[in-house]
């Protein structure tokens, strides 16, 4: 049939070709009409014009069947990129494999869904790709109305930004079929493409007349004839196709005297060709084997071939060859020029008319049913044989109800969770025997979770209502699952209790899997009062675990779990380490352990995520370092982007804070806090990310901008920063490490007394990750009506014994630095020497720093001129590498002030010369045996050297003079 009165739209079309390929500036066209209208043709036409131009062509055409297929529309337009090996595909898609894998027919991690927004930046990743090898490109998206929601999301994000490639976009869809979600999607389109929105009309009379003599070009045609054939269609082109077929197919000469015999009947099948009884009745007269087909097709599309009709209508593929011949001439199927192609109806009001009125509802769902089987036989994706399944009705089939799942999982996969509750629901309401029906709601249960935690605990309980006794694998997994969920919905308390009950009622060897999940939630509930028993019932649950013998990834969880209740506790650092390092697997000879996954399925990343944080606190910086990198790399192959790695960045931050990178800290916290935000707001992940960026900005001297962030984020709001979950850095001592930095010490006394009350009531204590101590003692050290020098010291007295009871060198060293800093007296300069050889070469460049400057103006204060100045300028220079301003700032002046310096301060010799303060300062004794006065090093636990990395020798202390 000719492209008639399309002089416009085709002119447009060229103009954009042409446009595209001079200026190298990307262009969308929108068509729309009603069905039949001739959309397709038009968009035929542009595909082979361009094509003849130069163009790369990328084509694809919805299916009214397919429009539940997450991203298929974007499989069927980069179809190359699936028919790919599975090692070329990789190479192909580049970093982003991990994410577009599991829409491409790669690897599924259904673990965890990958981010939406980088989902559709990979998506824009392969396009670039295409640009790069086949620019210009053409990408022609017929029946978009059909398109799935994910799909049709990507194209119209793609579509804003199209200038920047040398592609056109055409588009075609009906403007009353689609569903409402698609309409976002289709006025995006619409917009971009401006005044090329082209609504098509119906042919005129003239047009219509073209059409019919080009149908008949061997015999003469009345202006009557035409007129009426018009009249009959009112312009139509599909419905005058239908029209002329039939005026053929019944012998009816095109001649104005052929009207009063045939002109009602030309009229009633041009209103009628599609409508149930008027179709199936022209159905009916098609021989058996080309009906079969027909139905076949009708069920198949787009995927039909001659070996999959022939399989599933048991005609042989000579009998399907004659068969399509036959609805070829008939005008219902495209021809078969390669058997092993694929090929469909004419148009889709045909298959419609077909599918809709040529079956029995049960001969329908039936080959739908093989239909399914035969296409996951063929090696399509699960989705695909489910959108087949989805229309099989009340048949009770385990298989059927296992394909519905592993399209849920591929949704999930895919980014797009929630789209496989469709197929869980179809599967519990027509397909699941009753012995599936917990595996159904556990899988539901996942695919809510990830957008709505809340949600997933409906069918997550009713998993657990159908689940078998406690200790099998599923109900495990379902108790995992909702404790989760209830965790993740602000509800630890519910989840814990839930754990608890489970473990009472399962044997004893399935419990350890729950006693994991249970220690780990109860590690983030900050109003856990049974902590500290806690805390003693997984040190008895691990006693007879042996580290180095653990094979499963539940012992070395328990392992990870032990360590960060370790650090929480203040347990021994040599403990601790050894746990630690136990859960990244068996040493091997070479002394390298394993790791530990942070997307293995059925786990979370939290336990590395708090292992992580345990190596970051025990300064062990080399092998926090080595399993963040290596857990961060694991996120993004396995297309878990923007949650996870807000996390990742964040602790990046930690770490990089820690050992003095402040720059980098900053840059690392500002990333965490920029991709956390993105995801709403009050996500725990900008707590962490904001933390650590307010204390970097606090090293760096930018109070200001450091008070802005913490107002955004609400740390200084009580409601907003006392939450249920533990966060790290503790909100509260972010906020009085500003207040102090401030000068405003009398705000932070309250809410610090009572932070350590809590912990301490809690036997959780420790300086490495709350320092409440410290931070109280330094406020009541300041001058100001607050200030209460007599409880500062006892308060750093304390903080000192907890930090060397835990034993790690920047604890210890802080502790020792803020202790030596409230005594003005001379032996205060043991504390401070303490602080600064505690430090030395452990990498934590900003405390040390800070030792370093309080020992140097502790030397200066005593009389110690010249040690004073080689003190501060390491300080000043140490601070200067770190970028710590306030510090180098400090050192820096003290060191010109003493080079011009004529006298030296005074010197309080009374309280020097006093025995109370070495009995009084519990950190008097340097780690490395170095003495108060004659008094032996108390440390009786071991070897500790590992703990201690220094490369270099202490500082020197000063000789009294």
């Not at 595209?20 to 001739?38: P, Y």
């Not at 025997?433 to 996942?446: D, K």
């Not at 780690?927 to 032996?936: K, M, Q, S, T, Y």
Request: hydrophobic fraction near 40%; include cysteine.
């Amino acid at each position: 049939m000719p492209l008639v009165e399309r002089d416009f739209i085709q002119r447009e079309l060229r103009e954009h070709l042409a446009a595209v390929r001079d200026t190298r500036e990307g262009r969308v066209a929108v068509v729309t009409g009603q069905a039949g209208m001739g959309k397709s043709a038009v968009l035929e036409w542009a595909r082979h014009t361009a094509e003849s131009e130069g163009f790369t062509t990328l084509h694809v055409i919805g299916y009214d069947l397919e429009k539940v297929r997450v991203y298929g529309l974007v499989k069927r337009l980069f179809k190359d990129l699936s028919a790919l090996a599975p090692e070329a595909r990789k190479e192909r898609l580049g970093e982003w494999h991990g994410i577009l894998g599991p829409i491409f027919g790669g690897p599924r991690q259904p673990g965890e869904a990958p981010d939406t927004e980088d989902v559709l930046s990979a998506l824009d990743a392969v396009v670039r790709g295409y640009v790069r090898e086949r620019a210009p490109l053409i990408m022609v998206i017929d029946d978009a109305h059909w398109g799935d929601l994910p799909s049709m999301e990507w194209l119209a994000q793609f579509a804003i930004k199209v200038r920047d490639f040398p592609i056109l976009i055409v588009v075609s869809y009906r403007p009353d079929e689609y569903v409402p979600a698609l309409e976002p999607s289709l006025r995006t389109l619409d917009h971009v493409a401006g005044r090329t929105a082209t609504k098509l009309t119906a042919l005129g009379l003239e047009s219509t007349a073209a059409v019919v003599r080009h149908r008949f070009p061997d015999r003469p045609v009345d202006d009557a004839f035409a007129e009426h054939c018009h009249h009959c269609c009112g312009g139509e082109p599909q419905i005058l196709r239908e029209l002329l077929r039939f005026v053929e197919a019944s012998r009816i000469e095109p001649l104005a005297s052929s009207l009063p015999r045939h002109g009602v009947a030309m009229e009633q099948h041009a209103a009628l060709a599609y409508v149930d009884k008027h179709f199936k009745k022209r159905f009916s007269r098609l021989a058996p084997d080309s009906r079969r087909l027909a139905l076949a097709a009708a069920i198949l599309t787009p995927h039909v071939t001659v070996d999959r009709a022939s399989r599933l209508t048991g005609l042989t593929p000579e009998a399907i060859i004659a068969a399509a011949e036959d609805l070829y001439r008939q005008e219902i199927l495209t021809s078969v020029d390669d058997p092993r192609s694929n090929w469909g109806f004419t148009h889709p009001l045909v298959r419609l008319a077909v599918y809709r009125h040529c079956f029995e509802a049960n001969e329908r769902s039936a080959m739908h049913h093989e239909a399914a089987r035969l296409l996951r036989a063929d090696r399509f994706s699960a989705q695909t044989a489910a959108t087949h399944a989805l229309k099989v009705l009340g048949v009770r089939d385990e298989w059927a109800a296992n394909v519905m799942v592993d399209a849920a999982r591929e949704c999930l996969a895919s980014g797009v969770p929630k789209a496989g509750v469709t197929y869980l629901e179809h599967a519990l309401a027509e397909l699941a025997p009753t012995h599936m029906r917990a595996w159904l709601y556990y899988n539901m249960g996942r695919a809510l979770f990830v957008n709505d935690p809340t949600a997933s605990i409906e069918p997550l309980t009713k998993a657990l209502q159908e689940a078998d006794e406690p200790g099998t694998e599923l109900r495990t997994h379902i108790v995992v699952e909702l404790g989760r969920s209830y965790a993740f919905s602000g509800q630890l308390p519910k989840s814990i209790a839930l754990l608890e009950r489970e473990i009472q009622i399962t044997p004893v060897g399935k419990r350890p899997r729950l006693y994991a999940d249970l220690f780990m939630w109860a590690a983030f509930w900050e109003d856990d009062a049974g902590f500290a028993s806690r805390a003693h019932n997984l040190q008895r649950l691990t006693v007879r675990l042996n580290t180095e013998g653990a094979t499963t990834r539940t012992n070395y969880s328990l392992f990870a779990l032990v360590a960060w209740y370790g650090v929480l506790t203040g347990r021994r650092l040599q403990t601790t380490t050894k746990f630690a390092r136990a859960a990244l697997g068996p040493e091997a000879a070479n002394k390298e352990r394993p790791g530990f996954s942070w997307v293995e399925d059925g786990w979370g990343f939290e336990i590395p995520m708090v292992l992580t944080l345990t190596f970051i606190y025990c300064d062990l910086f080399k092998e926090a370092h080595e399993l963040l990198e290596s857990g961060m790399a694991e996120l993004r192959d396995n297309g878990r982007q923007r949650a996870h790695l807000s996390y990742g960045h964040a602790f990046r931050a930690m770490l990089s804070y820690r050992q003095g990178k402040l720059k980098e800290a900053r840059k690392q916290a500002e990333t965490g806090l920029d991709m956390a935000l993105k995801l709403g707001e009050g996500t725990p992940s900008q707590w962490y990310a904001a933390g650590v960026l307010i204390q970097t900005l606090i090293a760096l001297g930018d109070l200001d901008e450091a008070e802005k962030i913490a107002h955004r984020i609400g740390f200084d709001d009580p409601a907003k920063a006392e939450q249920a979950t533990r966060v790290l850095p503790v909100p509260a001592i972010v906020l009085a490490e500003l207040r102090i930095a401030q000068g405003r010490h009398d705000e932070v006394i309250r809410p610090l007394t009572e932070l350590g009350a809590r912990l301490r009531a809690r036997g959780m204590d420790n300086p490495a990750w709350c320092p409440w101590g410290l931070l109280l003692a330094e406020a009541l050290n300041a001058e100001g009506p607050q200030q209460n020098k007599k409880l500062a010291r006892e308060v750093a007295k304390q903080a000192v014994a907890r930090a060397d009871t835990f034993y790690a060198p920047v604890a210890a060293g802080q502790a020792k630095r803020v202790a030596g800093m409230i005594e003005d007296n001379v032996n205060a300069q043991q504390a401070l020497w303490d602080a600064a050889v505690a430090l030395e070469g452990v990498g934590a460049n900003y405390e040390y720093a800070k030792a370093l400057l309080a020992y140097g103006d502790r030397l200066r204060k005593d009389g110690h001129k010249p040690d004073a100045i080689g003190e501060l300028e390491r300080a000043r220079d140490t601070a200067m590498a770190c970028g710590a301003i306030p510090v180098q700032t400090r050192a820096a002046a003290m060191v010109e002030a003493l080079v011009g310096a004529t006298a030296l301060p005074p010197v309080d010799h009374e309280r020097a010369d006093a025995d109370e303060w070495v009995d009084e300062y519990t950190g008097g004794y340097s780690p490395f045996g170095i003495p108060h006065r004659d008094e032996a090093r108390p440390d009786a636990d071991g070897d500790r050297s590992e703990t201690w990395p220094f490369r270099e020798g202490p500082t020197r202390r000063p000789e009294p003079e």
